[in-house]
């Protein structure tokens, strides 16, 4: 028997899964890059003083989404547009980001004043108003859309299970009333609590999501003048029986990963669903898989960079576009100012090695998916 090394049998368990994800499918003769990034208008932890609240109450977010996610604001998006166009593809445009967008917050005043018996929600353009005391974010965000830099798509109306955070409200839960006067809907106990937004816990809960989702579209028209072509469920988690409501709603492409988790009526218990690229289902929608992870904030001592490079090597091998994930949590410097940098600064270095490489790349969003051939 040959001995294999732990370092090597990692490699080899990557390359595997690499190959797994990206064997099924549509091939393409060009090589496609498509940034997919999720959150953007979500407002997770409102301030820096969250987080001394939160510490001083022996809560712990080392490991939670809320230590460093907070609302974009208008430096963000500058810093990520020079990034962005500091490359440029074969056609000579500079790398876009498909910005999987929440398009509403709770309205916590609101939902107060009436004893969390009912849920109010305001636009994520009023939260920029409301948490940042200026308009200029939403400016700086079109702009970026004008400027090819962004491309708007529908993550949600929220990023939160109704049901379950206003039972808890109304259950008096601690921790999840703590976080609620601090304008955050962290439970204080996970990552994934209350994030999920289209789990439930009876199957009768699909009608009251299919009311969220037609509202939510509506909205996204209303504040970018455009439909979404795609949508990429909180979480990862969808119940089939939406897909063809979504279909009928304008949705033509479901963004995911390689496996989906449909609800079972548990939290944390889903039925695992996989699907391949381009694959169309009954419904008509079609399915986009993202292939990269591109992450660095989960651990910034792994080399995310040439981790990247070796799985956009792969998925061009098999004639698929590099689908890249990198949630909006790497680029946002106003709870930290290092976690912002260190996230532009490898997106940067991964960018500029991806036009050396493969200078016959092309950036493109996620919509533009239908229009290739």
């Not at 003083?49 to 998006?77: G, P, Q």
């Not at 400016?139 to 808890?168: A, C, M, S």
């Not at 009928?248 to 039925?271: C, S, W």
Request: overall charge neutral; proline content about 4%.
């Amino acid at each position: 028997m040959f001995g294999v090394n732990k370092e090597s049998l990692i490699k080899l368990k990557n390359i595997a899964s690499a190959i797994r994800v990206n064997y099924r499918g549509k091939k393409l003769d060009k090589k496609y890059v498509i940034f997919e990034s999720d959150d953007w208008g979500a407002i997770r932890t409102p301030s820096k003083n969250a987080l001394d609240v939160y510490s001083a109450n022996k809560i712990d977010l080392s490991k939670s989404f809320y230590k460093y996610d907070s609302l974009e604001n208008s430096n963000d998006f500058e810093r990520i547009f020079e990034v962005l166009n500091s490359v440029k593809d074969v056609n000579g445009y500079p790398a876009k980001i498909t910005a999987n967008t929440i398009v509403a917050n709770p309205d916590f005043d609101k939902i107060e004043k009436y004893h969390y018996k009912e849920f109010f929600l305001e636009p994520f353009t009023e939260s920029y108003r409301n948490y940042q005391s200026s308009s200029s974010t939403f400016e700086f965000f079109k702009k970026g859309i004008n400027d090819g830099f962004i491309v708007p798509q529908f993550h949600g109306r929220e990023h939160l299970n109704i049901t379950r955070w206003l039972n808890d409200l109304n259950n008096k839960k601690e921790k999840t009333l703590l976080s609620f006067h601090l304008k955050s809907t962290f439970s204080g106990t996970g990552d994934y609590s209350y994030m999920e937004a289209f789990d439930w816990d009876s199957k009768d809960e699909i009608e009251f999501h299919k009311m969220i989702i037609s509202d939510g579209l509506k909205l996204f028209k209303k504040i970018f003048g455009f439909s979404s072509k795609s949508f990429i469920p909180p979480c990862y988690n969808l119940d089939p029986d939406l897909h063809g409501f979504l279909y009928d709603h304008g949705i033509e492409i479901l963004q995911g990963m390689r496996v989906q988790l449909a609800p079972t009526g548990e939290f944390n218990r889903y039925k695992k669903i996989p699907h391949y690229f381009f694959e169309k289902d009954i419904s008509g929608l079609l399915y986009n898989i993202r292939n990269v992870n591109f992450e660095p904030v989960f651990n910034k001592d792994f080399d995310w960079v040439n981790k990247s490079m070796k799985d956009i090597e792969i998925a061009f091998l098999f004639g698929k576009p590099a689908v890249i994930s990198t949630h909006r949590i790497n680029y946002i410097s106003s709870i930290s100012q290092k976690n912002g940098e260190f996230g532009l600064r490898l997106l940067s270095e991964l960018l500029k090695k991806i036009v050396v490489k493969w200078p016959d790349i092309e950036f493109i969003s996620t919509p533009d998916l239908l229009n290739l051939d």
